[in-house]
């Protein structure tokens, strides 16, 4: 738990009263500071090496060049690391940073420095906090550390409000604050009119953010962020009037959605958030749009999409049809043949399962529709900023992962659709898995692509049955897309079917790299796995398809701040063990995938430019910047 | 990457503060002069092609600050240069004398042993000259560098000095072509897999 004594170390640094400190990066020596920009700059042009990209990383790098009190001098030089030259040299930087005796051998205030100035403008890009992400892991600071920070970041607001109150040399900033409180109280008591909970916190926090943020940055920065300006760029950054995404309500019927609002999945606040979707609702258990994901815990702001409800339950019900009677038997069979050899369409289906084709045929046709029409909604929803200038993750199974795929791609076609977009996770996607037609989301998303899929859902095969036998599903097999982005993990010993997705999401999640919930994988560990369908969906483990999990380096473990002191157990341990009794149970009706295997390669070099181990991604243009 | 250049190389420019590392890069990529040239931060970074024997090569300059306090920066740059022009200033001997120690860090750094070393003795338009060339010729000669005189101010020298060395660079085909190769490697991994070209240059070093 060496993790969890650090934020008390912290904590009194962020909220020291209006701390006379200057920012820890202008405390470094000239050449440390040379090589903390070197180190960004060379990570940059790693994890961006897009042409659309370049304006951001020249700018980011101008900023930090300026931030840091370097020379001018230097900007040509980081400008060209910026754009690939010179990618060689990371390590060496990070290691000269790791000797500085300013930090003390604590690399997390780098972390904490380039949070700071990462935030300084009122928005946190989401390229900015995939960055971020990569530097502390690069400096080998464990990433619960940075959620560590962007919690102390906002805990701190709390504090200094206090505090403020209380200073006698405050009482003219604060009366300068007031009638700037008073505007956002009232678009506050707006809101709350609207039983908006984002409302109060998203609008009402602006000017405690601009605080908070002066005591993490120090003095120097608190000058700029104290002014008018500086409150209102904090306000985006929590969403514009306040009212935020729970605000958000569908002024007109759009296209073909009937559905479309966004629930609360929990109360917290964060500088980055998630939005979850459901593929489908069924009676019972799974009868709203937030209990698949009960267990999900990748950040403290987190919420779901209510969409079409009337037919994801039509769909749900028609799915449990299917799935529960004879033909779902009938399908296994089937499939034990086929699934190993890898060529689900060629599956012959059994005529008792196409005599029920068409309870699930009219609803999926149906739902298939509105996914699309659902995720061009939301593509522009976050287009405008609703959910203010906060990087958002998309989590999504079944037809949850199509409205994130019709999204993305939406997204693609407009302009400023960078930073927007830090993770996406599909599941089960009954999409298109061509890499041409994912080759755009790289501009869009700035973090991971992650697509899980199982080759035994055989409803997504069936469902296709009627499509061209070249179509590839990515919900079936991994999208091999060049790009560091992309992460193919097989769930196939995890989902036996596609109702799985939902009954099974935490273990799901955990195998992609989502944080969960504590508690669920060590309760799931004393509950014996082997019954694996038909469950509670926390029954199992804490497991995964470990060996497709890639190195978890600054994209991949999002942290997910909050709820404490936590995992501090790695997903490795369990996993082993968990796989192996998944084999026993599993038995041989499906195929084995505990080696990362060739074709479900995980493309995950967040590290370097285009390490040779990583053949997956060498053809693509890139990853290799240093070469033109 | 342009079709006619034949490769790209990595040159790296280190010696003692103030020898006049930067103003030789400066007159050799834009033929410019400042007598009041500000010391280096880090590291400063010029592109320029230069063509030497009918060969197009693309030389990527990485000029070390000379500062003390720079020093800890340096070795990041060692790795994967094929070229190294090592500086002194003819009117400081102290620069002459603390060659010893720049190539003793560049044994310790440089990934590679083939690599090309070059002396220059800057500044030979000064009149209060302190090491004569004869020792320069000699010091070069005696850890296997090439060596040349020159004048960022007055352009003497300079462009000779980087033609030369690019051009010892090319001749010395397991240099540059096993990370041609390398590079082959990298953009046709697929096929290639873990190719056996890329351990030629290796083999060479062996």
């Known amino acids: 738990m060496a993790t969890w004594d650090r934020p008390s170390q912290k904590q009194p640094q962020g909220t020291e009263p209006a701390a006379e400190r200057e920012p820890v990066g202008r405390e470094l020596a000239e050449a440390n500071r040379f090589a903390y920009a070197a180190l960004c700059g060379i990570s940059l042009s790693q994890l961006f090496p897009e042409p659309e990209q370049s304006s951001f990383c020249t700018e980011f790098m101008a900023g930090l060049v300026k931030w840091l009190e370097l020379s001018e001098a230097v900007l040509p030089t980081m400008t060209a690391f910026a754009s690939g030259l010179g990618g060689e040299g990371t390590d060496m930087f990070a290691e000269i940073l790791l000797k500085d005796p300013i930090l003390k051998g604590d690399p997390s205030l780098i972390t904490q420095d380039l949070l700071s100035f990462s935030l300084k403008e009122g928005r946190y890009d989401a390229r900015a906090r995939v960055l971020v992400c990569h530097i502390t892991s690069l400096l080998q600071v464990p990433l619960e550390e940075l959620d560590v920070l962007e919690e102390t970041f906002l805990e701190s607001l709390k504090e200094t409000r206090e505090e403020e109150s209380e200073t006698a040399e405050a009482s003219r900033k604060k ?27 998203g609008g009402l926090a602006a000017p405690l953010v601009a605080a ?97 409800a009337k037919y994801l339950m039509e769909l749900g019900n028609a799915l449990e049809t299917i799935l529960s009677g004879l033909a779902n038997m009938v399908a296994q069979e089937a499939l034990k043949y086929t699934v190993l050899s890898g060529i689900v369409a060629a599956l012959t289906w059994p005529a008792s399962l196409l005599s029920v084709a068409n309870v699930i045929d009219n609803p999926w046709g149906v739902c298939l529709h509105r996914s699309a029409e659902v995720g061009k909604h939301l593509a522009h929803i976050l287009l405008s900023r609703q959910q203010g200038q906060r990087p958002v993750t998309l989590v999504g199974f079944s037809l949850g992962a199509r409205v994130i795929y019709f999204c993305l791609q939406e997204m693609a076609q407009e302009k400023g659709c960078q930073g927007i977009i830090e993770d996406v996770v599909l599941l089960g996607a009954p999409v298109e898995g061509d890499p041409k037609h994912w080759e755009p989301f790289r501009k869009v998303v700035s973090g991971r692509i992650v697509n899980g899929y199982s080759r035994g859902d055989w409803l997504l095969s069936f469902v296709y049955r009627t499509s061209s036998v070249q179509l590839r599903v990515a919900g079936l097999q991994p999208v091999l897309l060049q790009d560091r982005r992309m992460e193919n993990v097989d769930l196939s010993l995890v989902v036996g079917g596609h109702l799985d997705y939902a009954k099974k999401m935490d273990i799901i999640l955990k195998a992609v790299g989502i944080r969960t919930k504590p508690g669920w994988g060590e309760k799931g560990l004393l509950l014996a796995p082997s019954n694996q369908s038909q469950e509670e969906p926390h029954q199992a483990t804490a497991a995964s398809s470990a060996g497709q999990i890639p190195h978890q380096d600054g994209q991949t473990q999002e942290p997910a701040p909050g709820d404490t002191p936590k995992v501090a157990e790695p997903p490795d341990p369990s996993h082993t063990q968990v796989l192996a ?48 | 990457m342009d079709e006619d250049v034949l490769t790209t190389l990595k040159i790296l420019i280190i010696g003692e503060s103030g020898v006049g590392k930067s103003s030789l890069l400066l007159r050799f990529t834009d033929d410019t002069f400042d007598p009041e040239l500000a010391a280096t931060i880090g590291v400063d970074f010029k592109v320029k092609t230069i063509s030497v024997d009918g060969n197009k090569a693309k030389l990527a300059i990485w000029d070390t600050a000379g500062q003390e306090r720079f020093r800890t920066l340096t070795p990041s740059y060692y790795r994967g240069a094929q070229g190294v022009i090592l500086v002194y200033d003819v009117t400081r001997r102290d620069t002459f ?110």
């Open chain 1, 175 to 201: 009366k300068e604050n007031r009638r700037k409180w008073k505007r956002y109280l009232l678009i506050g008591l707006a809101t709350v009119g609207g039983g908006t909970v984002i409302g109060v916190t």
């Open chain 1, 212 to 308: 908070g943020a002066a005591t993490v940055i120090g003095s120097a920065g608190a000058a700029a962020l104290g002014s008018a300006a500086g409150i209102a760029v904090m306000t985006s950054l929590f969403g514009a009037a306040g009212a935020g995404l729970t605000g958000y309500k569908m002024k007109k019927r759009v296209g073909a959605i009937e559905e479309f609002t966004f629930l609360p999945l929990t109360e917290g606040r964060q500088l980055h958030i998630t939005i979850a979707i459901t593929g489908w609702l069924a009676s019972g258990r799974y009868r709203t749009f937030s209990a698949p994901w009960t267990a999900l815990a990748h950040s403290r702001e987190q919420y779901c999409l209510a969409w079409e």
């Open chain 1, 581 to 628: 009794e998944l084999d026993q149970s599993e038995g041989a009706s499906l195929p084995a995938i505990q080696g990362p295997d060739e074709s479900a390669h995980v493309c995950s070099h967040g590290m370097g430019p285009n390490p040779l181990g990583c053949p997956n991604c060498s053809q693509s243009q890139g990853p290799c910047p240093g070469l033109d």
């Open chain 2, 97 to 206: 004398v603390k060659l010893d120690n720049w190539l003793n860090e560049l044994e310790t750094y440089c990934t590679r042993n083939d690599i090309v070393n070059m002396l220059v003795g800057n500044k030979i338009d000064k009149e209060n000259r302190e090491v004569d060339r004869n020792e320069g010729l000699k010091f070069a000669r005696k850890h296997s560098m090439l060596f040349i005189e020159a004048s960022a101010k007055t352009c003497d020298g300079v462009q000779c000095a980087f033609e030369e060395l690019v051009e010892k660079i090319i001749q010395t085909p397991g240099l540059w072509e096993s990370e041609n190769q390398n590079k082959g490697v990298k953009l046709s991994h697929m096929e290639e897999s873990h190719g056996g070209g890329a351990c030629g240059g290796y083999c060479s070093v062996l």
